[in-house]
T-cell receptor, first 112, second 114 residues
């Protein structure tokens, strides 16, 4: 069965520090992988996506993610976090028919 | 991308009543979905809204409780029927232009049932 695991429920980083959010997935075929961000009271905004090709994908707001098939992972990274990055981050796997499976989310707090 | 307008943005409803949520997209899309996000939880797919036919519901969700309409390729509604406090959640409309592409989300409807 398809599933997405985000092991870190909550992460706190200092502004300017680097960030890595973990995501592991279980899917029987080649996955479509996504990271979304949700600010308080808002919907989800797409940060980046992986369909095929280069396993390192660049997204908006300076985020990148690396697909590692051998580890079934799609971790999100940012070299220098800004206070405005504080939000909830969701990893998702896209299955056939555009059905999405979401992780439970990682809440990011940025301290000055 | 797609611009999605979801109404209402929030509501407080009495138990036993029903609420209809609207989702309007700025252009035609193939796929439209409805998700529920319970407090502090991730997103759970309720159903896929099919244009011109009955919605496809996920396990645990039924048409009598969550009737869905999709009269055309840019509009859908979700009704939460006979509400109870357990229905208090954020309900999100999502669209995808074609199959196997990224999904875009509306701002959500924050529903509180008292």
């Amino acid at each position: 069965a398809q599933s997405v695991t985000q092991p870190d429920i909550h992460i706190t980083v200092s502004e300017g520090a680097s960030l890595e959010l973990r995501c592991n997935y279980s899917y029987g075929a080649t996955p479509y992988l996504f990271w979304y961000v949700q600010s308080p009271g808002q919907g989800l905004q797409l940060l980046l996506k992986y369909f095929s090709g280069d396993t390192l994908v660049q997204g908006i707001k300076g985020f990148e993610a690396e697909f590692k098939r051998s580890q079934s992972s799609f971790n999100l990274r940012k070299p220098s976090v800004h206070w405005s990055d504080a939000a909830e981050y969701f990893c998702a796997v896209g299955a056939s028919g555009n059905q999405f499976y979401f992780g439970t989310g990682t809440s990011l707090t940025v301290i000055p | 991308s797609a611009v999605i307008s979801q109404k209402p943005s929030r509501d407080i409803c009495q138990r036993g009543t029903s609420l209809t949520i609207q989702c309007q997209v700025d252009s035609q899309v193939t796929m439209m979905f409805w998700y529920r996000q319970q407090p502090g939880q991730s997103l759970t797919l309720i159903a896929t809204a099919n244009q011109g036919s009955e919605a496809t519901y996920e396990s645990g969700f039924v048409i009598d409780k969550f009737p869905i309409s999709r009269p055309n390729l840019t509009f859908s509604t979700l009704t939460v029927s006979n509400m109870s406090p357990e229905d208090s959640s954020i309900y999100l409309c999502s669209v995808a232009r074609t199959t196997n592409t990224e999904a875009f989300f509306g701002q959500g409807t924050r529903l509180t049932v008292v």
